[in-house]
């Protein structure tokens, strides 16, 4: 009885959760959507591009947000590269004339995988502040002109907005949090190089070599088609999924380095999959590998005197 249903389930997942609005507005919104929406009044392109680039092209009328502000620089006992506090982020959204009622389109340069992992790192951004209207626009700015999609140059601004954050506490996972749930059997998905995966190498000498244990791997690259800033399909995205054991559905925890790379794998699974039980560990391996008390897992152990 439960076998010929997989299929018809595994359908009405990949047509079902990706929350499209009736006009086609959802978390993977394409450029010629874009294109008929731009003059829409509620809808506001965020462009995630550096100042510099920014001032040479980008969608008519976006804002400029560039993704460092997106994240923490460091210092005085803080992590880079993790989220900045609430009150610094709704001043810089509601000063770039983003509202709580805003439709929000999140445009990267589309130059590869790297570029759609930032803008959805930022999406994540917006979904733990309690934002739900928005999407990424699937191959950033180069999509955008190859569909023949105008572009401007210089600078674009609106009229502040306000902005309230909801916090969803749920979306990030402190440490603790995250081996609690390790230990309970939550999966963890490491978006990693399968270098860094099994320990041959790690993104800073002050780190221990490995994974966290239990870990899927699951690079993220692989999820953008060819290594472009486009997002393979919904069926193509499972697939990959379950090639290596992480399963659409269920809990899961995402994490990479510092919180980027892993940020596509979870795009995928909670925004596209429809997998709300997965989360996304803001502090990823640059917090957990420099914690003595945290377990970690190396599968591969080079010899260091030999």
């Known amino acids: 009885m439960i076998r010929p249903l997989r299929p018809l389930l595994g359908m009405f997942l990949l047509l079902a959760t990706a929350l499209v609005s009736a006009d086609g507005f959802g978390p993977?919104?394409?450029?010629?959507?874009?294109?008929?929406?731009?003059?829409?009044?509620?809808?506001?392109?965020?462009?995630?591009?550096?100042?510099?680039d920014y001032a040479r092209f980008h969608?008519?009328?976006?804002?400029?947000?560039?993704?460092?502000?997106?994240?923490?620089?460091?210092?005085?006992?803080?992590?880079?590269?993790?989220?900045?506090?609430?009150?610094?982020?709704?001043?810089?959204?509601?000063g770039a004339g983003i509202g709580n009622d805003s439709r929000v389109v999140i445009?990267?340069?589309?130059?590869?995988?790297?570029?759609?992992?930032?803008?959805?790192?930022?999406?994540?951004?917006?979904?733990?502040?309690?934002?739900?209207a928005l999407g990424v626009l699937d191959g950033g700015l180069v999509a955008y002109a190859e569909a023949g999609g105008r572009l401007a140059q210089g600078g674009s601004s609106r009229a502040p907005a306000t902005f309230t954050a909801a916090l969803r506490p749920e979306l990030i996972p402190s440490?603790?949090?995250?081996?609690?749930?390790?230990?309970?059997?939550?999966?963890?998905?490491?978006?990693?190089?399968?270098?860094?995966?099994?320990?041959?190498?790690?993104?800073?000498?002050?780190?221990?070599?490995?994974?966290?244990?239990?870990?899927?791997?699951?690079?993220?690259?692989w999820l953008a088609e060819d290594g472009s800033g486009k997002l393979r399909s919904a069926g193509a995205l499972k697939s990959l999924f379950e090639?290596?054991?992480?399963?659409a559905q269920g809990e899961q925890?995402?994490?990479?380095?510092?919180?980027?790379?892993?940020?596509?794998?979870?795009?995928?699974?909670?925004?596209?999959?429809?997998?709300?039980?997965?989360?996304?560990?803001?502090?990823?391996?640059?917090?957990?590998?420099r914690r003595d008390d945290l377990p970690i897992e190396t599968r591969i152990e080079l010899c260091k005197s030999c």
């Open 28 to 52: 993977v919104v394409d450029a010629g959507w874009l294109k008929s929406n731009l003059d829409a009044g509620d809808v506001v392109v965020v462009d995630i591009q550096s100042p510099k």
């Open 107 to 132: 445009v990267p340069t589309g130059r590869g995988s790297g570029d759609l992992a930032a803008a959805a790192r930022v999406f994540w951004t917006f979904k733990v502040l309690g934002h739900d």
């Open 175 to 221: 440490a603790e949090q995250v081996r609690a749930a390790v230990d309970s059997g939550v999966l963890p998905v490491d978006a990693r190089s399968e270098g860094e995966f099994v320990g041959v190498y790690t993104g800073d000498k002050a780190e221990r070599p490995g994974t966290i244990p239990g870990a899927r791997n699951l690079p993220y690259d």
């Open 243 to 247: 090639a290596r054991d992480v399963t």
């Open 253 to 289: 925890i995402h994490f990479c380095h510092s919180g980027n790379r892993a940020a596509l794998t979870w795009f995928a699974a909670y925004a596209v999959l429809g997998n709300d039980k997965a989360r996304l560990y803001d502090g990823s391996m640059l917090e957990w590998a």
């Open 59 to 94: 969608v008519p009328g976006a804002v400029n947000l560039p993704y460092e502000q997106w994240r923490t620089k460091g210092g005085r006992g803080q992590l880079p590269s993790m989220l900045p506090p609430v009150d610094r982020l709704e001043a810089m959204i509601g």
